[in-house]
């Protein structure tokens, strides 16, 4: 079970509060060793793309892959529902959605069962709730952790839980504790668990990675309180992107709506990735250049060729809307993906509708000038 002592203390000034956790039945664990692969993304790309997009990405990598397996772990059904705006899902509705994370290949779930963990285990969380009411100096951070490895701790996670911490912050802190278990034998995991409060979840989990955590935290679309915890989700997307994970992630965009139906949870219209608006254009110019890469059968360079994440390797696709800023090419292609013949008198139709509205036209708006 994981004693997240730092959670219900205020603590403005500490930067990261420790967390003890050890390797227990009541955390659900996913092995994905086995499916874990070093296959890289470029097996989506039907066009070597490098002779298309000139990648500033790779120019001067500061976050070279680090060569090893990465865990993850979903927090949305413990840290998750302690939003104040979600519902606690049915047992059922968390079940399917502890399938969807097996799915994607995360390594442990918290599946937020209370428990005791004996007189010893109950020591230590007593000391780590002590000591996560003062600054953690580097001595008292040595103190503890020390103190927990010698005590049997099989795995220790260093938590943000205010969000206050950089990507500088997060690498640093992990590299200390990473050398304190190794001073100390080793072989125990590290965790990193991060908060949204300063909108840094993703690329401070990314840093702490670098700096030597085995496993990192997050929760789904990043729920969780007050401004919400690492979004898991993005964080998958980014690794792959970097090549450091090989998860499959075609059903990433399931468990996104997933988890936002069983926990009743609004999705921003604009969140990357999985929001409504993620992969939907009604420019003329974006469009055009997308619908082009279609006609041409390929569905990887639709993907990219206006979209710096690629819809397809994640589940999802390109939306062409039509709208007063859109070409006749949008209203061509809205009429064929629809089965409809584009003819001319009915393209103009709905192309001066168009123009002359102020928003993006509705599907039924359109369908009534059929
Ligand atoms: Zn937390």
Same mark, same amino acid.
């Given at each position: 079970?994981?004693?997240?002592?730092?959670?219900?203390?205020?603590?403005?000034? @500490?930067?990261?509060?420790? #967390?003890?956790?050890?390797?227990?039945?009541?955390?659900?664990?996913?092995?994905?060793?086995?499916?874990?692969?070093?296959?890289?993304?470029?097996?989506?790309?039907?066009?070597?793309?490098?002779?298309?997009?000139?990648?500033?990405?790779?120019?001067?990598?500061?976050?070279?892959?680090?060569?090893?397996?990465?865990?993850?772990?979903?927090?949305?059904?413990?840290?998750?529902?302690?939003? =104040?705006? !979600?519902?606690?899902?049915?047992?059922?509705?968390?079940?399917?959605?502890?399938?969807?994370?097996?799915?994607?290949? *995360?390594?442990?779930?918290?599946?937020?069962?209370?428990?005791?963990?004996?007189?010893?285990?109950?020591? #230590?969380?007593?000391?780590?709730?002590?000591?996560? +009411?003062?600054?953690?100096?580097?001595? !008292?951070?040595?103190?503890?952790?020390?103190?927990?490895?010698?005590?049997?701790?099989?795995?220790?996670?260093?938590?943000?839980?205010?969000?206050?911490?950089? =990507?500088?912050?997060? /690498?640093?802190?992990?590299?200390?504790?990473?050398? *304190?278990?190794?001073?100390?034998?080793?072989? &125990?995991?590290?965790?990193?668990?991060?908060?949204?409060?300063?909108?840094?979840?993703? *690329?401070?989990?990314?840093?702490?990675?670098?700096?030597?955590?085995?496993?990192?935290?997050?929760?789904?679309?990043?729920?969780?309180?007050?401004?919400?915890?690492? =979004?898991?989700?993005?964080?998958?997307?980014?690794?792959?992107?970097?090549?450091?994970?090989?998860?499959?992630?075609?059903?990433?965009? +399931?468990?996104?709506?997933?988890?936002?139906? &069983?926990?009743?949870?609004?999705?921003?219209?604009?969140?990357? #990735?999985?929001? /409504?608006?993620?992969?939907?254009?009604?420019?003329?110019?974006?469009?055009?250049?997308?619908?082009?890469?279609?006609?041409?059968?390929?569905?990887?360079?639709?993907? @990219?060729?206006?979209?710096?994440?690629?819809?397809?390797?994640?589940?999802?696709?390109?939306?062409? +809307?039509?709208?007063?800023?859109?070409?006749?090419?949008?209203? *061509?292609?809205?009429?064929?993906?629809?089965?409809?013949?584009?003819?001319? +008198? /009915?393209?103009?139709?709905?192309?001066?509708?168009?123009?002359?509205?102020?928003?993006?036209?509705?599907?039924?708006?359109?369908?009534?000038?059929?």
């Amino acid at each position: 079970m994981e004693y997240q002592t730092g959670e219900t203390s205020s603590l403005t000034f @500490i930067c990261a509060v420790v #967390v003890i956790i050890f390797r227990s039945e009541l955390k659900t664990r996913f092995d994905s060793t086995a499916r874990f692969r070093r296959v890289g993304l470029r097996r989506f790309f039907r066009v070597p793309i490098e002779e298309l997009v000139y990648d500033w990405n790779t120019i001067e990598p500061d976050f070279p892959p680090p060569g090893r397996h990465i865990g993850f772990d979903d927090e949305t059904l413990r840290d998750g529902l302690q939003s =104040p705006s !979600v519902s606690e899902p049915q047992v059922e509705e968390k079940i399917e959605l502890l399938h969807l994370m097996n799915a994607l290949a *995360i390594d442990t779930a918290d599946i937020g069962l209370p428990g005791a963990g004996g007189t010893h285990a109950a020591g #230590v969380e007593r000391l780590a709730r002590e000591i996560a +009411e003062q600054k953690l100096s580097p001595d !008292v951070i040595r103190a503890l952790y020390t103190v927990a490895i010698r005590c049997g701790a099989k795995a220790v996670c260093v938590c943000d839980t205010v969000g206050h911490s950089t =990507p500088d912050g997060a /690498r640093a802190v992990v590299r200390f504790v990473k050398s *304190i278990i190794e001073e100390q034998g080793g072989n &125990i995991r590290l965790d990193w668990h991060g908060h949204q409060d300063r909108g840094l979840g993703v *690329i401070n989990s990314i840093a702490a990675i670098q700096g030597g955590a085995d496993q990192v935290h997050g929760s789904a679309l990043g729920i969780g309180e007050r401004v919400g915890n690492t =979004p898991l989700d993005q964080l998958l997307v980014n690794l792959k992107l970097m090549e450091w994970i090989d998860n499959d992630l075609s059903r990433l965009g +399931e468990y996104c709506q997933i988890a936002a139906r &069983i926990c009743k949870w609004t999705i921003p219209y604009n969140y990357p #990735v999985f929001g /409504r608006d993620a992969f939907r254009t009604a420019t003329g110019v974006h469009a055009a250049a997308v619908i082009k890469s279609y006609k041409k059968g390929d569905q990887h360079l639709a993907d @990219i060729i206006y979209s710096g994440v690629p819809a397809g390797a994640f589940g999802l696709e390109q939306v062409i +809307e039509v709208g007063p800023m859109s070409g006749r090419s949008n209203v *061509i292609y809205w009429l064929e993906k629809r089965g409809f013949e584009p003819n001319e +008198e /009915r393209v103009n139709r709905i192309f001066e509708r168009a123009k002359g509205a102020t928003c993006v036209l509705e599907e039924s708006e359109i369908m009534e000038l059929l």
